[in-house]
């Protein structure tokens, strides 16, 4: 039995969301998928990660791996493809050039939702000050977008996961100073010794103490862990944001982005190393008023 061919799709009554970002930036735009969901009804396909997609599934009529090689004929102006109702673009075209070429793949005027604002994630070119940097959280600042388009923005309103127990993710990424994975270690066996709740969640890569820790590579399974409640502590990461937009309240360490614009949504305590004073004993004591004001 051969592979299984792409959908055959009516693609002109459809509206394509293409969202190329990672997990954290998929994460940030739900409030967006809300509100074209809203506008449009039931006909939003989604385009990208789809194990990032797939998390807010509920609000496509079904969702589409970018890896395709179906889907080439949008990168490339040699190859035909299908015709869409409109397509919509969350993401960085500082040219303006995917816009122009979509133009031949949508009924209605492509759409164009810029993903966050120029110098609040890329460093400048070399010799070149950076860019005044709007500061609205990301959030807000996609959702302005959508007002200006005519389209009615609508926040999604993220339910609590009250609970006590403490989830520490000490992913670590390309940052050498990102609050080491030695302080989550002792943030566990610092509540572990007191009684408490206290997981370590591992990511991919990172070699730690298997006592009271834990690995899940499916993001299905973490949401699932996350239903539970509780509090998440990390640097800043994209799990973070899919904790918050789970319901659990965040303590988020940043180094390099500042959390008043990349923050997760919801409860979030937001410190920034090399500014704020970050350690083992304070993060603890944060933790500690953050359950006993739940």
Not at 84 to 107: E, P
Request: glycine share 10%.
């Amino acid at each position: 039995m051969g592979p299984a061919s792409p959908p055959q799709m009516s693609a002109e009554d459809e509206v394509l969301v293409v969202h190329l970002g990672g997990l954290g930036d998929v994460c940030l735009a739900e409030s967006l998928f809300l509100s074209l969901r809203e506008h449009f009804g039931d006909r939003l396909v989604g385009l990208g990660n789809r194990r990032f997609l797939d998390l807010f599934s509920g609000y496509f009529k079904r969702t589409h791996g970018v890896e395709s090689r179906h889907w080439l004929y949008l990168f490339s102006e040699k190859l035909a493809g299908p015709r869409w109702g409109r397509i919509i673009f969350i993401g960085k075209d500082r040219r303006g050039s995917i816009r122009r070429r979509w133009k031949a793949h949508s009924v209605a005027e492509p759409m164009f939702v810029d993903m966050y604002p120029d110098g609040s994630f890329d460093p400048p070119p070399e010799g070149e000050e950076a860019p005044p940097i709007e500061k609205a959280h990301i959030e807000d600042y996609q959702l302005d977008q959508l007002s200006r388009s005519g389209i009615k923005p609508r926040r999604k309103e993220i339910t609590p996961k009250m609970g006590q127990r403490v989830i520490l993710y000490p992913e670590q990424g390309f940052l050498k100073e990102k609050w080491p994975a030695e302080n989550f270690v002792a943030l566990r066996d610092l509540f572990r010794g007191r009684g408490a709740d206290a997981l370590l969640m591992r990511p991919p890569g990172l070699l730690l103490s298997a006592e009271g820790s834990l690995f899940l590579e499916d993001l299905a399974d973490v949401k699932r862990l996350f239903d539970d409640g509780g509090i998440f502590v990390s640097n800043d990461s994209g799990m973070a944001h899919l904790a918050g937009a789970c319901g659990l309240a965040t303590v988020t360490i940043f180094t390099a982005f500042d959390p008043a614009i990349w923050h997760p949504r919801g409860r979030n305590i937001s410190l920034r190393f090399g500014v704020d004073r970050v350690d083992a004993r304070l993060v603890g004591e944060m933790i500690e008023e953050t359950i006993k004001n739940q």
